[in-house]
T-cell receptor, first 111, second 113 residues
Framework: SQQGEEDPQALSIQEGENATMNCSYKTSINNLQWYRQNSGRGLVHLILIRSNEREKHSGRLRVTLDTSKKSSSLLITASRAADTASYFCATPQTSYDKVIFGPGTSLSVIP | GAVVSQHPSRVICKSGTSVKIECRSLDFQATTMFWYRQFPKKSLMLMATSNEGSKATYEQGVEKDKFLINHASLTLSTLTVTSAHPEDSSFYIC?????????FGQGTRLTVV
């Protein structure tokens, strides 16, 4: 069963704008990961944030984690057309470490 | 970082045949690996947990006789789609966890004609 829930499910913005995607989850986690997937391709790991971290940066990416609200957000600043992809949050379950994915956000960046 | 390799990346097969997909952890041992399936424009759905030396654990609704999983060593898990049908066409991806971080294979695009 899917645990994470991303919103919005689809987002269309102009190049240069910021894109924010949110993810909610239900159970306790050790960490939360964000992935990108270009159409028809494999997953690209973007960033991992641990449960004791509140914010993490990587280049133009900023991830926040609020364990009290069981939610995370991914911010992409100064978006580029190449950022067009689907973005998923994923939460490893404490039992067996299996990773459950949210439904994903489809981001379109218009040049 | 840890690497998980999946092979093949693409396969086309005829209806009724079986297809085997391999997932290898290249620089670490994985007693547990996971298989996911992704339909077009959808998220990844966990199919099963592959356990080294024992039977796989399947998620609800996944046919174990259709999707045979073998985890014969600490670095290799295989998924065999048996008697494939066009509805089995999908993107399959495996993962293995090192400490608490998941690493994914490149995925296999299966097309059954």
């Amino acid at each position: 069963s899917q645990q994470g829930e991303e919103d919005p499910q689809a987002l269309s913005i102009q190049e240069g704008e910021n894109a924010t995607m949110n993810c909610s989850y239900k159970t306790s986690i050790n960490n939360l990961q964000w992935y990108r997937q270009n159409s028809g391709r494999g997953l690209v790991h973007l960033i991992l944030i641990r449960s004791n971290e509140r914010e993490k940066h990587s280049g133009r990416l900023r991830v926040t984690l609020d364990t009290s609200k069981k939610s995370s957000s991914l911010l992409i600043t100064a978006s580029r057309a190449a950022d067009t992809a689907s973005y998923f949050c994923a939460t490893p379950q404490t039992s067996y470490d299996k990773v459950i994915f949210g439904p994903g956000t489809s981001l379109s960046v218009i040049p | 970082g840890a690497v998980v390799s999946q092979h093949p990346s693409r396969v086309i097969c005829k209806s009724g045949t079986s297809v085997k997909i391999e997932c290898r952890s290249l620089d670490f041992q994985a007693t547990t690996m996971f298989w996911y399936r992704q339909f077009p424009k959808k998220s990844l759905m966990l199919m099963a947990t592959s356990n080294e030396g024992s039977k796989a654990t399947y998620e609800q609704g996944v046919e174990k006789d259709k999707f045979l999983i073998n985890h014969a060593s600490l670095t290799l898990s295989t998924l065999t789609v048996t008697s494939a049908h066009p509805e089995d066409s999908s993107f399959y991806i495996c993962s293995a966890t090192k400490t608490t971080e998941a690493f994914f294979g490149q995925g296999t695009r299966l097309t059954v004609v």
